[in-house]
Every structure is written in C-alpha cells, then in structure tokens.
C-alpha cells in the first residue's frame, strides 16, 4: 500500500484556477489536506479540501475542509486488497485514477490536480 507516501507528496497541496468570461473573472485556491490512517488490516484515506478563496461557505466547515472523499484499502484474500471509495462519482477522475494506481501498486505518480 502506498497511500502513506503518495498522499502527503501528491495531495498535501493548494491549487490557484482562474475562470473568465466576458461578463465574470473568478479566481479560486483549493487547499488539499490528507490525512492516512494505518491498521493492522487497512489504511484510510481522508482527503479534505478547503476553498481559501473564491467560494462562499453556505455552512461551517470542519478542521481542515470539507471532507471530499474516503477511501479505505482493506487487506483481503493473500496478496489482494479491497478498496471501498466514498465521495463524488464524477469530477474528480485524476484522484480517484491516482488512488486506484497507488492501491494497485502501479507506479501511476500524482494526479493533475488542476484537471479538476
């Protein structure tokens, strides 16, 4: 399992995106916090994300940002693993394909946060 060294390289990070149109500029910093729990027979993922800038919070947020996804990576049969995803279906590929390649052992790097 390599979430304990991937996560905090790849996904302790604040990402700056511009949006413009004729009628609207619009600058956004996300900041992103994981957090890797380990166990005896599993590893969580937290991965929370705090808009700096930006976004108007509707409700108050906890400690560190919303939480954006879990992923818990269970050891299964003798060499496999379970992974169990919680958060968006869609709109944040590049994380959940980095966090499958890391669960896999792929060497697959980080995700292009900016994609996003």
């Not at 009628?23 to 929370?48: A, C, F, W």
Request: charged share 20%; aromatic share 6%; hydrophobic share 35%.
């Amino acid at each position: 399992m390599r979430f304990e060294k991937m996560a905090p390289k790849c996904l302790n990070t604040t990402i700056k995106t511009v949006s413009q149109s004729t009628t609207s500029y619009q600058v956004i910093v996300t900041e992103y916090k994981p957090t890797v729990i380990l166990g005896d027979n599993r590893t969580e993922l937290h991965l929370q994300q705090h808009h700096a800038q930006g976004v108007m919070k509707i409700t108050e947020e906890p400690d560190g940002g919303y939480y954006l996804m879990v992923v818990d990576a269970i050891k299964a049969a003798e060499g496999t693993t379970r992974i169990e995803y919680y958060g968006p279906s869609v709109g944040h590929e590049p994380i959940i394909d980095a966090i499958k390649g890391w669960a896999s052992g792929k060497n697959i790097g980080c995700p292009d946060l900016t994609k996003i």
